[in-house]
Nanobody, 114 residues
């Protein structure tokens, strides 16, 4: 099983930036990986994905503000979040899919004050 550990969450004012990082216990080279977020009482929703060949996908609500990337040497998946809005307040989870199994991180809280 692969362990994913998120970091970088916190409290920021609207318009500010945060960078989330997800450290994996094994190689993330060429896997499909994503960031999700979850509001209280709601299902997790997809925020951004990066695919095996490097293409990316963003939810409309974050397009142009968030950037997903990975560092294969460090086995980390990052999410740069700019121009944050109060509606971005949520618990953010990283997710990775390896051949035959997948894994979720424990989540990190992001709070954006108005």
């Amino acid at each position: 099983q692969v362990q994913l550990v998120e970091s970088g969450g916190g409290l920021v004012q609207a318009g500010g930036s945060l960078r989330l990082s997800c450290a994996a216990s094994r190689s993330i080279f060429s896997i499909n990986a994503s960031w999700y977020r979850q509001y209280p009482g709601k299902q997790r929703e997809l925020v951004a994905s990066i695919f095996s060949r490097g293409s990316t996908f963003y939810a409309d609500s974050v397009k142009g503000r968030f950037t997903i990337s990975r560092d294969n040497a460090k086995n980390t998946l990052d999410l740069q979040m700019n121009s944050l809005k109060p509606e971005d307040t949520a618990v953010y989870y990283c997710y990775g899919r390896w051949p035959g199994y997948d894994s979720w991180g424990q989540g990190t809280q992001v709070t954006v004050s108005s």
